[in-house]
């Protein structure tokens, strides 16, 4: 059987992000996201590209880019949903 590809949606003008990642699905804020990722919160705005299990997501307004595996980015959720008991983030 082979493991799912990584996607993403963002929606509400670029203040949320869906994401399914090996299996497992989130839902955060831009600066949710952001904090997963290791960056200050900044102005709406954002770019995703997936290339096979790389993601690439890029804040535009403020020059700020950040590449990954699916495996690191669902590391990072992990942490962040297990550190903050849900204040926000939703993990389906």
Not at 42 to 60: N, V, W, Y
Request: net charge positive; hydrophobic share 35%.
């Amino acid at each position: 059987m082979s493991k799912a590809s990584p996607s993403a949606l963002i929606t509400d003008k670029g203040r949320r992000v869906l994401l399914r990642v090996r299996g497992r699905f989130y839902e955060l804020s831009q600066n949710e996201l952001r904090a997963a990722l290791g960056l200050p919160e900044g102005p709406p705005g954002l770019g995703i590209t997936i290339d096979g299990d790389r993601l690439c997501f890029e804040f535009a307004t403020d020059n700020q880019r950040v590449d990954l595996s699916a495996t690191q980015l669902h590391r990072r959720l992990a942490n962040q949903v297990t550190s903050r008991s849900g204040e926000g983030d939703k993990e389906w």
